[in-house]
């Protein structure tokens, strides 16, 4: 079957599968073989971890297209359109390209059985491979050992954090998640790990396949002053590696780390010199993206997270206190039902002072009335709305000039975001997002 357009596609292949996740190889591979799929690049970097795999993706890309290299990257969820999975030299696919690759994977897969991420992940590889990239970042979509990514073996390996998420596919404890996360290491692979105190079966891992690990803080780490922060790392030798005066980023600086440490295990020509203006350039849309609104007179600050765990809300509940509003912090929040509602909401609570909550469009989300009941329980101020854009309407309205309003959680949530943003834009040509 084949199909003219790329929501056909999308919609046709969201049902060719009994089940959304179905982990394992074996039929992922028997296509790959089938369609001649080798190594998407010359060197494969593969990238796991709870939090911080999209940054890590990013900067490592730009750090590695400052070389004058041509670089894919694989990512995912995608934020609002589906193009954004596959980049290439920063260019998102085409929809012709993506069509394209669809059918050739149709074609070849016969009576096999794929789910969305895997013929996603097939068609990745496929316009990598095509591109003759020299260098492709992979982002694991779900675990490591068992997800399709894992398909290839990379040249290097990173783990950026260890947290509890997705606890039915990877168990509810640190240990069972590192043993699946270890699932990517190779034979004599260096390893990256961007979480400073790894459990023992992911060293274990790494010892049993006799692979280099740089763990943070203990043979890379950063030092962060007021006007900007140092880098000190390990090259394969052992041999100390040190970069100061980078420039502050609004996105975590941890996973910047992470990635100076592996360009740096990489062994490619990469002159410090070249690295700050690379980190600088990196952005990525929903992740710590702020925004300026200027509507009806009045002048807001809006960010953007998809911190949908607890880990990371962790994260975001201390960055929001290291850059306190000058008022209120007024949060939009949406949540799918298979997140830790209340780990996620302890950890805001007690840096944001008004609640607007909505459901999302798809059914696995949670109702505005468990959201709201929920945060009610905890003391809150909350209210309810029937979409993402009224929620945002409301605290818009409500707030003064010296509040910011979060919208964060799901991706849905901070795509919806997005999607009023734009519209806000559109309706008036004097306003400014930025």
Same mark, same amino acid.
């Given at each position: 079957m084949t199909h003219s357009t790329l929501a056909g596609w999308l919609a046709y292949l969201e049902q060719l599968h009994p089940q959304a996740i179905d982990m394992g190889l074996e039929r992922v591979r028997v296509v790959a073989d089938r369609l001649g799929l080798q190594r998407p690049a010359r060197r494969v970097i593969t990238v796991t971890g709870t939090n911080g795999k999209g940054s890590t993706c990013a900067f490592l890309a730009a750090l590695l297209r400052a070389q004058g290299l041509r670089v894919g990257v694989y990512s995912s969820p995608h934020l609002r359109?589906?193009?954004?999975?596959?980049?290439?030299?920063?260019?998102?696919?085409?929809?012709?390209?993506?069509?394209?690759?669809?059918?050739?994977?149709?074609?070849?897969?016969?009576?096999?059985?794929?789910?969305?991420?895997?013929?996603?992940?097939?068609?990745?590889?496929?316009?990598?491979?095509?591109?003759?990239?020299?260098?492709?970042?992979?982002?694991?979509?779900?675990?490591?050992r068992l997800d399709a990514v894992n398909l290839i073996d990379p040249d290097l390996a990173i783990?950026?954090?260890?947290?509890?998420?997705?606890?039915?596919?990877?168990?509810?404890?640190?240990?069972?998640?590192?043993?699946?996360?270890?699932?990517?290491?190779?034979?004599?692979?260096?390893?990256?790990?961007?979480?400073?105190?790894?459990?023992l079966p992911l060293l274990e891992a790494a010892q049993a396949l006799h692979?280099?690990?740089?763990?943070?803080?203990?043979?890379?780490?950063?030092?962060?002053?007021?006007?900007?922060?140092?880098?000190?790392g390990q090259a394969l030798d052992g041999s100390a590696v040190v970069c100061a005066d980078l420039p502050l980023l609004n996105l975590p600086m941890e996973n910047a780390a992470c990635a100076l440490q592996a360009l740096v295990l990489l062994d490619i020509a990469a002159p410090p010199s070249s690295w700050a203006a690379a980190l600088r350039s990196t952005q990525i849309a929903g992740r710590f993206d702020r925004r300026v609104l200027?509507?009806?007179?009045? &002048?807001?600050?809006?960010?953007?997270?998809?911190?949908?765990?607890? #880990?990371? @809300?962790?994260? /975001? !509940?201390?960055? *929001?206190?290291q850059h306190p509003a000058k008022g209120r912090w007024r949060a939009v929040f949406g949540l799918l039902m298979d997140k830790d509602l209340h780990g996620v909401l302890s950890a805001l609570?007690?840096?944001?002072? &008004?609640?607007?909550?909505?459901?999302?469009?798809?059914?696995?989300? #949670?109702? @505005?009335?468990? /959201? !709201?009941?929920? *945060?009610?329980?905890?003391?809150?101020?909350?209210?309810?709305?029937?979409?993402?854009?009224?929620?945002?309407?409301?605290?818009?309205?409500?707030?003064?000039?010296?509040?910011?309003?979060?919208?964060?959680?799901?991706?849905?949530?901070?795509?919806?975001?997005?999607?009023?943003l734009d519209q806000q834009v559109l309706e008036k040509t004097d306003d400014v997002a930025g």
């Open positions: 359109r589906y193009n954004e999975r596959i980049c290439i030299d920063g260019q998102e696919a085409s929809d012709a390209a993506l069509c394209q690759a669809f059918t050739q994977i149709e074609q070849a897969r016969g009576q096999t059985s794929l789910t969305y991420f895997e013929v996603g992940t097939l068609a990745a590889f496929s316009l990598f491979q095509a591109a003759d990239l020299d260098v492709a970042v992979l982002e694991v979509g779900l675990g490591g783990v950026t954090s260890i947290g509890l998420d997705h606890v039915e596919w990877l168990g509810d404890s640190r240990d069972s998640v590192a043993r699946e996360k270890a699932g990517i290491f190779r034979a004599g692979i260096p390893v990256v790990c961007g979480d400073p105190e790894p459990p692979a280099p690990l740089r763990i943070r803080g203990r043979h890379y780490d950063l030092s962060v002053q007021a006007d900007g922060w140092q880098w000190q200027r509507r009806e007179g009045k &002048s807001l600050h809006l960010m953007f997270d998809v911190g949908h765990n607890p #880990h990371a @809300a962790r994260y /975001l !509940a201390r960055y *929001l206190e609570l007690p840096v944001i002072q &008004s609640w607007a909550v909505a459901p999302l469009d798809t059914p696995r989300s #949670h109702s @505005a009335a468990t /959201l !709201a009941s929920a *945060l009610d329980a905890k003391g809150a101020r909350v209210s309810r709305y029937a979409s993402i854009a009224q929620a945002l309407d409301a605290q818009w309205a409500q707030a003064d000039q010296d509040d910011e309003i979060l919208v964060f959680g799901s991706f849905y949530c901070v795509a919806d975001g997005l999607n009023w």
